[in-house]
């Protein structure tokens, strides 16, 4: 399936999600579920909250599906902006609100140190470099999965190769990116 075809698909499952269609929300849940929990972890980054988040996340499409506009947003960036915006709120509830700032200035500061940002920064810059090194489509596919959160399915279709092949390619570049990281 093309993916203007698939975003047409899904765009006609939130339609009949807005009229209280049970079977297109649960086809809706299992086309986009692995995608949406992708993003909202990235967010989150806890996988037990992620999916206490997702299941949230789904109340909310069913609630809102009526206010989903064909032809202004595609359709899966409207689910990633719910999704989103629903991981930013968990994420903001979680912070105290501290109304003496001398208790806040003596909060020690959760982020990365100066020392471990540059170590991430050139990690990044390792990882970087070695999907480089990935043929531009495998490259492309372990983004899709371990990034995006598509499933082998969804990235077979996008790369219009069989199931087995992607799961092949996959498993090679992780292979290959492990070589290079260790080198």
């Not at 003496?100 to 470099?129: F, K, M, N, T, Y």
Request: hydrophobic residues 45%; proline residues 3%; neutral net charge.
């Amino acid at each position: 399936m093309s993916t203007q075809a698939d975003a047409s698909a899904i765009a006609d499952l939130i339609a009949r999600c807005a009229l209280r269609d049970r079977a297109a929300f649960r086809v809706l849940y299992e086309r986009t579920s692995a995608k949406l929990f992708g993003v909202a972890l990235r967010i989150l980054r806890d996988r037990a909250e992620t999916e206490e988040a997702i299941q949230e996340i789904y109340v909310k499409i069913w609630q809102k599906a009526d206010r989903y506009v064909a032809g202004q947003y595609s359709p899966i960036s409207w689910l990633v902006a719910v999704a989103r915006n629903h991981a930013l709120d968990k994420v903001r509830v979680k912070r105290p609100v501290s109304e003496d700032i001398d208790v806040a200035l003596d909060i020690a500061d959760l982020g990365p140190s100066p020392e471990r940002q540059v170590e991430q920064a050139e990690d990044s810059a390792r990882i970087a470099h070695c999907l480089g090194t990935l043929e531009p489509d495998r490259a492309e596919a372990v983004r899709g999965a371990y990034l995006d959160g598509f499933s082998y399915e969804e990235l077979a279709q996008r790369h219009a190769v069989p199931l087995n092949t992607m799961r092949t390619w996959l498993r090679r570049s992780l292979a290959k990116l492990k070589e290079c990281l260790t080198s």
